[in-house]
């Protein structure tokens, strides 16, 4: 009679402080583990409380989780591709400020909104993968909502705003891909093993549901995808060592400009001591007939002319006579924009001779090269100038009645060139385009953007004994592609940097990735399966222990009635 009945109500007694004083039992069975769920719960969908029976996760929040994957993705896209234009950023910088007469290295905002939009998203993700392997709603909360579609709106603004102003970034992008697709291969590979966890827990939890089986088939076909990826992947470095090409030439681009203030005698005199074989400028000419070393058409950027003559500030760098210019701070400039970052370190004494930089005449230049045995390359400036004709004769004969050796003058202006072969047959002439197809004259010397030319038809060149100039290079990366290319000679800002290059950054034969190729597949495949079979053999034993649950509940309801 009453002794069954007392022992039964003991047990419904221990059930039922089980069923409601849950926190008492999470102090002992592992209360930091629930709570930094409830951490987690509340970063990610502001909610306190853990899940509840009627708090589930809907086909919506599954939406919302693969938006946040592919925003994920968008914003990784982006920081390769930011990370890929700073080696052209300073043209860039340029550019800028020609249309707002500010300086600014706009790269230092391009890369921190760029690396907080992955960081956010990023840890987003990762927030929403480690609730889902604990079981938790991912309920995520409408500021985040939000703040995703806003990253959207950036990053597809700067895709768009590249593809209309720097379409030639995505050329840029390719051959990057040449210099970082395998490494990004087995990159990838390790990110779709790590899913494998989560992946097979959803498809258990989702008892094989049609969605379960949609993210399966989806994720292997990811797998498979990333699996036979290096299949497309061809890199000039994936080569023997032996056949490696010797290293190309550098040129400096207006001097050494990271080092001293653009087109000044010290830039020259750092890009010598860099071992430049080539001094690459641009030439203008003054309002009295003087040939002078100067990129921009405007002094406004590089010198003090707004101070010196306030309102000819704007006007065109030719309307100045060569005592005018001479009178400019070519200099200053250098130390109050800070263009590179090198500039801030510089000594008291290396401030001081930036100072005194003037501005200089093609014929010291000339003289600075003819002491140095080094070749001298230019543009001629402004090309759409109505009496280009007359500038090119001053500059031919400034050059003629210099001391250079003419076989040093690598004569680029492409306009009255047959007229400058016939007064100075010595110049070596070297042009500014691609060769025809029909072109039955061979060119001697190509000097083209980086982007102009394949590894493809930089081989092809160098097999017809074309040289190749490319500009302008200054990132290690792109100088080693190129490298592996075959170019003859890069354009560079960074000469300091290339000249201690000694090899690529990496070489590697052809067989070798290969090897690396099938382990790598091989291992993530034996992981991806142990990840499945661990789930499913928890899954069974989750739908085990889902029943005794169950159970305690019956028992707790018939308590209820006893009790009544």
């Known amino acids: 009679g009453t002794e069954p009945v007392g022992k039964i109500s003991s047990c419904l007694h221990a059930f039922s402080f089980r069923a409601w004083c849950p926190h008492l039992i999470m102090v002992k069975d592992g209360g930091c ?3 930094c769920t409830t951490c987690l719960l509340c970063l990610y969908s502001c909610c306190w409380s853990r899940s509840k029976k009627g708090m589930k996760t809907s086909k919506g929040d599954c939406a919302w989780f693969f938006f946040l994957f592919c925003v994920c993705l968008l914003t990784l896209t982006w920081l390769y591709l930011a990370i890929v234009t700073l080696n052209d950023f300073h043209i860039l910088n340029e550019f800028l400020f020609h ?24 840890l987003l993700l990762v927030l929403a993968l480690t609730l889902q392997l604990c079981h938790q709603p991912l309920k995520i909360h409408w500021l985040h909502k939000v703040l995703l579609i806003l990253t959207v709106l950036i990053v597809v603004t700067a895709f768009v705003g590249m ?3 720097w379409a ?6 390719r051959i990057a891909l040449q210099a970082t697709g395998p490494f990004l291969h087995i990159g990838a ?3 779709v093993t790590l899913l494998a966890w989560p992946v097979a827990d959803c498809f258990y939890r989702t008892s094989r549901s049609a969605l379960g089986v949609l993210l399966l088939i989806l994720y292997l076909g990811i797998v498979i995808a990333l699996y036979l990826a290096p299949l497309g992947i061809d890199s000039p470095c994936l080569m023997e060592y032996n056949q490696l090409p010797p290293k190309p030439a550098l040129f400096g681009h207006r001097g050494a400009p990271m080092l001293a203030p653009e087109n000044t005698l010290m830039s020259f005199q750092k890009a010598l001591n860099c071992g430049v074989r080539v001094l690459e400028t641009d030439v203008l000419v003054s309002a009295d007939g003087v040939p002078f070393i100067m990129h921009d058409e405007k002094l406004i950027r590089t010198t003090n002319v707004q101070e010196l003559f306030p309102s000819q500030a704007h006007s065109n760098a030719s309307s100045f006579s060569w005592s005018e210019l001479q009178q400019l701070d070519a200099g200053s400039w250098f130390l109050q924009k800070y263009p590179f970052s090198t500039a801030q370190s510089f000594s008291s004494s290396e401030q001081a001779m930036v100072r005194a930089q003037k501005i200089l005449s093609l014929n010291q230049l000339l003289g600075e090269a003819a002491r140095h045995n080094v070749s001298v390359m230019f543009d001629l400036r402004p090309e759409e100038d109505p009496h280009y004709e007359h500038l090119v004769n001053v500059t031919v004969e400034t050059i003629l009645k210099s001391d250079i050796a003419p076989e040093l003058i690598l004569w680029l202006p492409k306009e009255f060139r047959e007229q400058v072969k016939q007064q100075a047959p010595g110049f070596q ?25 394949s590894s493809t038809e930089i081989r092809e060149y160098r097999r017809d004994n074309i040289s190749v100039n490319l500009y302008v290079v200054n990132a290690p990366w792109l100088f080693s592609v190129l490298w592996c290319a075959g170019t003859s000679s890069v354009t560079t800002n960074a000469c300091h940097v290339l000249q201690k290059m000694e090899h690529p950054l990496w070489l590697l034969p052809r067989a070798t990735y290969q090897m690396i190729w099938i382990v790598t597949n091989c291992v ?8 499945f079979l661990l789930l499913k053999k928890w899954s069974r034993r989750r739908e085990s222990s889902g029943k005794g649950s169950d159970s305690d509940v019956l028992l707790t309801k018939i308590h209820s009635l006893l009790s009544d």
């Not at 030639?168 to 992008?173: L, N, R, V």
């Not at 002439?429 to 030319?453: A, D, F």
């Open 99 to 122: 249309k707002l007469e500010w300086w600014f290295d706009w790269s230092v905002v391009m890369l921190s909104g760029t690396v907080t939009l992955v960081t956010y998203s990023s």
């Open 524 to 531: 993530s495949l034996l992981l991806i399966v142990w990840a």
């Open 429 to 453: 002439q070297i042009y500014g385009r691609k060769r025809l197809n029909n072109e039955t004259n061979e060119l001697p010397y190509v000097n083209l953007p980086y982007q102009n030319l």
């Open 163 to 165: 593809e209309i102003q």
């Open 189 to 191: 590979v390790v990110g």
């Open 168 to 173: 030639e970034q995505w050329e840029s992008a």
């Open 33 to 35: 583990r629930h709570a």
